[in-house]
C-alpha cells in the first residue's frame, strides 16, 4: 500500500490550515495517479483512501467526490508557470526571461515552486478532463484563477489596470491555453510565452 504513513506522522508542524493543504494535496496525488493508472470509472473512493492510508469518511471530509480530489493537484499545476510571470523583469524579452528560469531550475539555482511529478500528474489530469465531465470543472477552476492573475501580470506590463476589456480578453485567452497534449513543463512554459507574445 502506498499510503504507509499515519495521519499523525504526516500533519508535521505548521498552522492547521497548512497541515489540511499537505493533507490534501498528499490525497490529491494519490487520486490522480490512480485516476490516471485505472481511470475515472474504475477508481473508487475506498480505493483512494487505501492508497493514502485514512479512512474513507476523512477523505469524505476534506473532498466532496473522487473527481475533486484531483482538484489541488490540478491547482498546483498552473502555480510554476504563474510564478515564473510574476518575476518577468520588464527589462527582458519573454525568452530571455524563460530561459533564465529554465536554466536556474535545471542546475539547481532555483528551487521550483511545485515538483516536477506533481506538474506532472496536473498534466494528465486536464487530459483526462476532456473525457471526464467532473474532471473538467477543477481544471475550469485553475483557469479562472489564473485568468485572474494574468490580468494582474498582463496589465502591469503593459502599464493598463487589470480590469481593462482587452486586458481581460488577452487574459482569458492565455488561460484557455490547451494543455491536454502537453507533459513536457519546459514546452508547455514556451508556447504559453509565446501565446502571451502574440496576445500583447
Do not use: N
Not at 487530459?127 to 501580470?153: F, K, N, S, Y
Amino acid at each position: 500500500m502506498r499510503g504507509a504513513t499515519t495521519t499523525k506522522q504526516r500533519s508535521g508542524g505548521g498552522t492547521s490550515e497548512q497541515r489540511r493543504a499537505r493533507l490534501r494535496l498528499e490525497i490529491s496525488r494519490e487520486t490522480a495517479r490512480l485516476l490516471w493508472e485505472q481511470g475515472v470509472a474504475a477508481t473508487g473512493g475506498d480505493q483512494i483512501a487505501e492508497a493514502v492510508g485514512l479512512p474513507t469518511r476523512t477523505i469524505r471530509r476534506h473532498f466532496r467526490g473522487k473527481e475533486s480530489c484531483a482538484e489541488p493537484v490540478i491547482m498546483q499545476g498552473v502555480v510554476t508557470l504563474l510564478g515564473v510571470l510574476r518575476r518577468w523583469p520588464r527589462h527582458s524579452s519573454r525568452e530571455d526571461h524563460l530561459d533564465a528560469e529554465l536554466t536556474a531550475s535545471r542546475t539547481g539555482h532555483a528551487e521550483p515552486p511545485v515538483a516536477p511529478a506533481d506538474e506532472q500528474l496536473a498534466m494528465r489530469m486536464i487530459r483526462l478532463a476532456d473525457t471526464a465531465p467532473a474532471l473538467r470543472t477543477a481544471w475550469l477552476m485553475a483557469c479562472d484563477q489564473v485568468g485572474h492573475e494574468l490580468c494582474a501580470i498582463i496589465g502591469a506590463r503593459l502599464d493598463r489596470p487589470p480590469t481593462d476589456l482587452g486586458i481581460r480578453m488577452y487574459a482569458a485567452a492565455l488561460a484557455g491555453v490547451d494543455l491536454s497534449e502537453s507533459e513536457d513543463v519546459t514546452a508547455l512554459a514556451r508556447r504559453c510565452a509565446h501565446a502571451i507574445r502574440t496576445a500583447t
